[in-house]
């Protein structure tokens, strides 16, 4: 944790509740210090360092100094002859010595969903209104305070939220690894692996491959030589037949690539088995 001490000091330069009604766009501009926003109702389009976010209820977004950043605020045609809210969001400008080491402790991503819990929003209230009482000369500087509590809770949050999507994506690799080891020896697509997990080919493509570090079709590949030798272990089915029935579709090829894999052929491995 970052020290407390007297030099390690933590300030709030802005800090409000944004509203917007009608469509805006930023001019693009090189952060001169630290922010944190949290968006609360609607939506809005963040163009950070050349990358464009969507920003939903619950995104909580960071930039640092140095990061080149942008807002868009799209209006909804539906709401046209009507004052309706397009964005709602909790808007931090902060910098100190404190707040400095409390950024480099970890590595923060551009944007994390967060729930949008009450102990979160009270404080980010409360910061918002000290620091209105600052400005007109009435309040304590009590923002300080308030913002490293915001901080090491939005780490324990933001923490939670990242360890819930990762249980969640890793259950979704299982969940297509346990497909592709049911339906090894049958005729088998990428296309089909994504589907049953919902989700884009490439997607599943890139999931599988970074929680298994191998791809589907080299699972599906691994699955079907394990059944087929197996098959020439405890069965006396023809090497065609194992072939055929353990998904390689012809000898030729499960003989290609039995022998690539293990440095033998079939034949040769059922008389060593």
């Not at 030798?229 to 039995?258: N, P, Q, W």
């Amino acid at each position: 944790m970052p020290p407390t001490g007297q030099r390690s000091q933590v300030r709030v330069t802005y800090a409000d509740y944004a509203y917007h009604y009608e469509r805006f766009r930023s001019h693009k501009r090189r952060s001169k210090g630290y922010h944190i926003r949290l968006q609360v109702e609607g939506q809005c389009r963040l163009w950070v360092n050349g990358q464009w976010f969507l920003a939903a209820p619950g995104d909580l977004s960071f930039m640092q100094p140095g990061d080149t950043v942008q807002v868009e605020f799209d209006g909804d045609p539906g709401g046209r002859g009507k004052r309706h809210l397009i964005s709602g969001s909790y808007y931090l400008s902060c910098g100190g010595e404190w707040l400095e080491q409390w950024w480099r402790q970890t590595e923060r991503p551009v944007v994390v969903n967060i729930p949008l819990h009450q102990n979160v929003l009270s404080i980010l209230q409360s910061i918002v209104l000290e620091h209105r009482m600052t400005k007109i000369g009435s309040g304590d500087n009590a923002t300080a305070y308030l913002l490293r509590a915001l901080c090491l809770i939005l780490d324990r949050v933001a923490a939670e939220s990242l360890t819930g999507k990762e249980n969640e994506l890793l259950q979704i690799a299982q969940r297509m690894k346990h497909y592709v080891a049911e339906r090894a020896t049958l005729p088998m697509r990428v296309d089909d692996v994504a589907k049953h997990a919902g989700l884009s080919p490439s997607r599943a493509s890139h999931l599988f491959k970074s929680v298994f570090d191998q791809t589907i079709m080299e699972y599906a590949m691994e699955v079907r030589l394990s059944i087929a030798c197996d098959r020439m272990k405890f069965t006396a089915m023809t090497l065609d037949k194992i072939a055929e029935t353990s998904g390689f579709g012809s000898y030729t090829y499960f003989h290609r690539v039995f022998r690539a894999k293990y440095g033998m052929s079939p034949t040769l491995y059922r008389q060593n088995k």
